[in-house]
């Protein structure tokens, strides 16, 4: 092993969390390297997760409409056919655009970029085994990142192949339309990939060990609403129902299930399996017992608040350690740890980070649920508005879904937001600057929103909370 001059900074993992803080690094004049496996930049979020996914959802969601929602518009369609090859190509094209658009802003800010795969050999030394095959170089850093994410939770017993028990990987690429879809979870990902298939005409069935969809921090009104509306589109629920095993035979599986509370079980056939129970971080051969790094009992790296394991000059960002498993609260953590590094301060607000679910319509949400609002004992107001009586989406014809504010009844402050609706993913953004800037609903009831637009629910539902609305 060849041995490389000293970096400041190197950042182990290609992700979110890991390019964003190489590059913010390098702005701040920091010599800078990104190690990175997978033989492209931008992680599971670029690669198999947020943007694949969200190819397929808004090109499936075209589909869909074509096929069921413009005859009434005015537009006679015929002939409408599925090009599966081509709907992946799209993504294809997507997911490389803007994996090398990375590898780009890496050459622009100076960051140098290694592949292979890292293992932490000393408390900064890094031996990288190169991804062409070539002999392993050991790199010194003063400082290092680790950025290396999470994996799919496998379902015990059902061993995933990719292409009959899948798991969101597999979910994007399927050369097929499953004539039968069971998912096992109906968190994100199973709404999310479900809703795919769903609308490329799979019979899809979900299977949720509790007694609601959405994962955990979706609002029980919201859940229930989503659920209604999924329905409607042909996704079938199997709530408080345990999956128990399954039979996987040459031209079907049979999945056992069993409701949570009286026994009674149940055989579902299916195509292809989605398991979707969950993601878990990620360190497989990353050496951490080497430089006595720990995790906990989930597996996640232990951290303090400045994102220093014990070893301090060695942080840790994104889904490889603890909080929500997402993309921009990684990108938010890898400029902070940054910052730590460079200015010795920095900031994340936890409390302001928003989730969308990208079915149609869109489910966005930021701060607490009301079920955690009543749990702190608080006095609350709720305020909704209904996009049915919002002038755009009766516009559009999209008038499914809804906004609630839930506010400190004593102080107007807002507490969270919860959006059901066409663009809610947009519209959460709103809703995370009040908050960052502790607005109270009156605030935002007397801010003026251009009309004809849907982000007049948005402020509607903040009259509601603060007075009353006009519109309903
Ligand atoms: P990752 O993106 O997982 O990146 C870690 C990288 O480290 C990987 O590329 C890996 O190859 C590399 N690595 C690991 N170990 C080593 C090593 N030893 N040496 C070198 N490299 C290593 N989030 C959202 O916010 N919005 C969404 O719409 C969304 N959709 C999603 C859809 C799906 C199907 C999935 C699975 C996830 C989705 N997520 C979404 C979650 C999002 O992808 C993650 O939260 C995000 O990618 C986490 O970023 P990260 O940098 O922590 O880790
Ligand atoms: P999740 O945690 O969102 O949902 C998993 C669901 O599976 C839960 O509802 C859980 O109760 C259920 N479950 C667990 N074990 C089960 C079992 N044995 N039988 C039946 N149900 C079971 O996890 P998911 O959907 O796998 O997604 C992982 C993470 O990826 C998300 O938490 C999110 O952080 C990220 N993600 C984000 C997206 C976005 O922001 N739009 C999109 C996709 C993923």
Known sequence: ASETPEHDVIVIGGGPGGYVAAIKAAQAGLKTACIEKRGALGGTCLNVGCIPSKSLLN???????????????????????????????????????????????????????????????????????????????????????????????????????????????????????????????????????????????????????????????????????????????????????????????????????????????????????LVAIGRRPYTTGLGLENVGVETDERGRIIIDQEYRTKIPHIRVIGDVTFGAMLAHKAEEEGIAAVEYISKGYGHVNYGAIPSVMYTHPEAAWVGLTEQEVKATGKDYNIGSFPFSANSRAKTNLDTEGMVKFITDKETDRILGIHIIGPNAGEMIAEGVLALEYGASAEDIARTSHAHPTLSEAFKEAAMAAFSKPIHA
Do not use: C
Request: net charge neutral; no cysteine; hydrophobic share 35%.
């Open 59 to 273: 090109n499936s969601h075209i589909y869909h409409q074509i096929l069921h929602d413009v005859k009434n518009r005015g537009i006679d369609v015929e002939g409408v056919k599925l090009n599966l090859t081509q709907m992946m190509k799209a993504k294809e094209t997507s997911v490389t655009g803007l994996t090398k658009g990375i590898e780009y802003l890496f050459k622009k800010n100076g960051v140098e970029y290694i592949k292979g795969t890292a293992t932490l050999t000393g408390e900064h030394e890094i031996k990288v085994n190169p991804l062409d095959g070539g002999s392993p170089e050991t790199y010194n850093a003063k400082n290092i990142i680790i950025a290396t994410g999470s994996e799919a939770t496998p379902f015990p017993g059902l061993e995933i192949d990719e292409q009959r028990i899948i798991t969101s990987t597999g979910a994007i690429a399927l050369t097929e339309v499953p004539k039968k879809m069971i998912v096992i979870g109906g968190g994100i990902i199973g709404l999310e990939m479900g809703s795919v298939w769903s609308r490329l005409g799979s019979d899809v069935t979900v299977v949720e060990y509790l007694g609601a969809i959405g994962g955990p921090g979706m609002d029980a009104d919201m859940a229930k609403t989503m659920q209604k509306i999924l329905s409607k589109q042909g996704m079938k629920f199997k709530l408080n129902t345990k999956v128990m095993g399954g039979d996987i035979n040459t031209d079907s599986i049979a999945i056992n299930v069993e409701a949570a509370k009286g026994g009674k079980q149940e055989t579902l056939g299916a195509d292809v399996v």
